[in-house]
């Protein structure tokens, strides 16, 4: 091929104004991408993909196959000492950056998602499930639970004890109906919480907890006893309670890293102080939370098919069919192409969705929903670009097409969330152009 | 074979699946209780399921790829493959894979024990002019079998991906002879063969798959076979993965549909629900059109017409082609159509889906290895490409 038909060589024969508006620069999507952030979440980026590459990236597989046998807590504490587990709060309590709650509050949080699932999805959730657990705390405006249990919790991890906390909704009869308002209503809770003196007795069973069988501090959400979801609580629980108890660790696809596991109520007494935000106001909270986590969930999903693409990319250049490398064949370079557009647009609407003052319904459930379809389009169009190279664990693909497919289900099935796109789209936030214009001609 | 004939093999698959491949799953791993595999083969070949070369054994005939379906078709191995599929993909991946190793060796009139088949190589894209001739232009086949100065012959080369079920004691080696395909049977003690287990994968656990390193094993450790091209094969392969990935959908609706009925959501039986039904009747009707498509693409497959032309050279009759063009088609969109339902299956299923328990995500892993095994999808698509313009004469088919 004759260099100057190349784009970097064409632009060589350019004078010096025309090749400052040609920009060949040779840096990767990454890069470009991250130079378009400012300074500190440029900064944030480049630390949490180092801690990735060194932290996470080594155990992906091996906790892939055995997940009963590995120990998360060790990389938890790895992240901690980074400041990657506390931050829902600015110093001296915790890494709670001001610029990003001033800026794009949950870009952090996508940032950090995306880098760690690239890595691995199952040990990236099993980080990011610990501040799904501390969400509740934060967004419900209980100075109690904010300066009182967030900052003894984050104190411990940064004395250096594994405080993972885990956010417990999920019930065996109600996984979609604690997830959207039709459902709620007619939920058949199974957790129930009755009030005693000076406290709660709940008795029930939670399941499918990210991080249920590791964590100390679990946020979880109860009835009144004879009420339905409406009369939902949000109480702090920790593992030394007598009653509560772990019960089966699921066996799962994907994300196998991350433990997700039954929770056990056995007449479980909570005193008041662990109330978190006002009797009854659990469902507003755990409403606000979904709102928080899904444009992060719609993270996951980007990451995990970032790291596809990445391991597709390199084993279409490294194999080789006759005298060339995959990647030079056009049927495999159309489909790479494919690949790469798909993760960009993904990353484009993820952090749209992080930059809104705050985050509210639609854009949550629109990230998700969109980027977990497509994160599954994009690993098994890797696994059918390698053929049965994909299906070989060892060349990641397939572990990574495992790993997206439950962020399709997780945080509200992709169904779940279309509804709630069109509840807030056709309700009060709906805007309609024949009726913008009736009401401007009147 | 008449249509009772089938019904009863297809009864007998049934009843296997349910007495034999159930309890294989019944315990707490993604897969399933694998040390019972070898068992299972050995019951599925007196229950006449699985083929053998040998004359004697129960499935010689109408084991799957059986004698029988030489002269009658692949219609009874490719519905008695789905029903097993039903129970187990897995399990109807091993019977498949030994079927066509029987085939192979039957064939060429040999009769070892348990064959796996190896065809495909490392570096070889498949097209039509090297399924005709390995020696065409721009077709590279590495493994060949080399006369020496002293007037031996030596095999040797790389085959990958060599599907090959528990106890397989040998491999039908596809090489490039001097102007022609010629085959090989190769024991797997031989020496100079070296077995590379491939290594964990997504679905099929039951089948291992292995690559083969051929480093000069002398004319003393291999029996030459007739000398065939691998067109035979490759419809017997891909009519069979189309069937054993079907197989596999329809059993993965079953169990949509039925949970559909017992789960209770959003205050009423989530089949109730649109969400629900626009998932199930997605599936339903992708696994219909798999169905048809593999009838028709069996209907193509006829008797005698897919016999592989003797020498292993030349393009092959029409209706050779007409066959093959006709499975790879249908194994790249029965393939495709399936991963998709079974993983709107799974989305019925929601987070149960997602559990081992619940036996979906097996399915879905092994619905996705059925997909990109035995060639991608986008090589057949390439090969589909240049099929030009014998275009299958299947509706003319149809009107018999």
């Known amino acids: 091929m004759k260099a100057e038909l190349t784009p970097y060589g064409s632009r060589s024969r350019l004078g010096r104004l025309g090749r400052i508006s040609f920009d060949t620069k040779p840096i990767s999507l990454w890069d470009r991408d991250t130079a378009t952030l400012p300074y500190p979440f440029r900064r944030m980026r480049r630390a949490f993909r180092d801690f990735a590459r060194q932290q996470i990236a080594p155990h992906a597989l091996a906790a892939d196959v055995d997940p009963h046998s590995f120990d998360v807590k060790p990389l938890f504490l790895e992240a901690a000492k980074r400041g990657y587990t506390t931050m829902f709060l600015p110093r001296p309590w915790g890494n709670l950056s001001l610029y990003s709650v001033a800026t794009a509050m949950l870009l952090p949080a996508a940032l950090r998602m995306e880098e760690f699932c690239a890595a691995c999805g199952g040990l990236g959730l099993a980080l990011g499930a610990h501040d799904l657990g501390i969400a509740p705390l934060f967004v419900s405006g209980d100075t109690k639970a904010l300066l009182g249990w967030l900052r003894k919790i984050y104190a411990e991890i940064k004395s250096g004890q594994p405080s993972i906390c885990a956010f417990a909704i999920t019930e065996p009869g109600a996984g979609s109906d604690v ?3 039709d459902g709620a209503e007619s939920a058949k809770l199974g957790t129930f919480a009755r009030r005693e003196k000076g406290g709660w007795r709940i008795s029930g069973r939670k399941v499918f907890i990210s991080d249920g069988g590791v964590a100390k501090w679990v946020t979880l959400f109860s009835a009144q006893e004879g009420k339905g979801a409406e009369s939902w609580t949000c109480f702090l629980l920790d593992k030394s309670m007598p009653g509560f108890s772990v019960g089966r660790r699921e066996r799962k696809m994907g994300q196998r890293a991350s433990d997700a596991s039954e929770l056990i109520l056995e007449d479980v007494f909570v005193p008041d ?25 719609g993270a996951i999903a980007l990451g995990i098919a970032r790291g596809a693409l990445e391991h597709a990319l390199e084993f279409c250049d490294t194999a080789r069919l006759g005298n060339r490398p995959l990647s030079a064949y056009q049927d495999v370079q159309i489909r790479l192409a494919d690949l790469i557009a798909k993760v960009q647009a993904m990353r484009a609407l993820v952090w749209h969705s992080t930059r809104y003052r705050l985050p509210f319904q639609a854009a949550g459930a629109i990230a998700k929903s969109y980027c977990a379809d497509t994160a599954w389009e994009v690993c098994t169009a890797a696994v059918e670009l390698l053929g049965d190279h994909g299906t070989l664990h060892g060349n990641f693909v397939e572990k990574a097409a495992r790993d997206a497919r439950l962020t399709q289900i997780y945080e509200g099935t992709n169904q779940i969330n279309r509804l709630a796109v069109i509840e807030s789209q056709t309700g009060p936030e709906a805007e309609f152009p024949s009726l913008q214009l009736a009401q401007g001609s009147g | 074979m008449d249509r ?46 699985l083929a053998g070369a040998d004359p004697d054994s129960p499935g010689h005939e109408f084991g799957v790829w059986g004698k029988a379906a030489d002269a009658d078709g692949p219609l009874a191995s490719v519905l008695v493959l789905a029903e097993l599929a039903r129970g187990c993909a897995g399990v109807a991946s091993a019977v498949h894979f030994a079927g066509l190793g029987a085939r192979e060796l039957d064939n060429a009139g040999s009769k070892a024990g348990r064959a796996a088949v190896a065809l495909f190589e490392p570096e070889w894209r498949l097209t039509w002019t090297g399924v005709d001739d390995p020696h065409m232009p721009g077709v590279s086949i590495c493994t060949s079998i080399v006369k020496e100065k002293n007037g031996d012959s030596v095999l040797q080369g790389r085959k990958a991906f060599v599907y090959a079920p528990p106890g397989t004691e040998g491999f039908v080696v596809y090489a490039a002879g001097s102007d022609q395909w010629e085959r090989c049977y190769v024991s797997a003690d031989a020496k100079g063969l070296a077995i590379e287990d491939a290594g964990q994968r997504t679905g099929l656990a039951v089948c291992a798959c292995s690559h083969l390193k051929i480093d000069d094993v002398p004319s003393s450790m ?88 003797e020498g292993g050279k030349g ?77 299958p004469q299947t509706v003319e088919r149809g009107r018999r």
């Open chain 1, 179 to 181: 997830e959207e308002t």
């Open chain 1, 273 to 297: 102080d662990r109330v978190i935000g006002p009797v009854g106001a659990g469902w507003g909270i755990n409403r606000n939370v979904l709102n928080y986590s899904r444009p992060v969930v």
């Open chain 2, 4 to 49: 009772s004939a089938v019904d009863a093999f297809l009864e007998t698959a049934r009843r296997f699946a349910a007495r034999e491949i159930a309890p294989m799953l019944e315990v707490e791993d993604r897969d399933g209780d694998l040390s019972k595999i070898p068992a299972l083969l050995q019951m599925a070949e007196q229950a006449g399921i």
């Open chain 2, 222 to 309: 291999f029996t030459g076979l007739p000398a065939v091209n691998p067109s035979s094969f490759l419809i017997r392969l891909w009519l069979g993965i189309s069937a054993i990935a079907l197989g596999n959908a329809q059993a993965a609706l079953v169990s949509a549909r039925q949970y559909a009925r017992e789960r209770y959501q959003g205050g009423d039986e989530i089949h109730r629900h649109a969400a629900v039904r626009l998932l199930v009747g997605d599936a339903g009707s992708r696994v219909s059109a798999a169905r048809a498509h593999l009838l028709s693409a069996v209907e193509t497959a006829d008797p005698g017409s897919t016999s592989a032309p």
């Open chain 2, 315 to 391: 393009r092959g009759n029409a209706a050779v082609r007409e066959a093959l063009i006709s499975a790879a088609a249908a194994k790249l969109r029965i393939g495709t159509d399936c991963v998709q339902a079974v993983t709107d299956c799974l989305q019925v299923l929601g987070g149960y889906g997602y559990m081992e328990d619940y036996r979906m995500e097996k399915r879905l892993r092994d619905a996705l290895t059925l997909q990109s095994m035995c060639v991608r999808p986008d090589d057949l698509r390439l090969l589909l490409a240049e099929s030009g313009e014998e275009e």
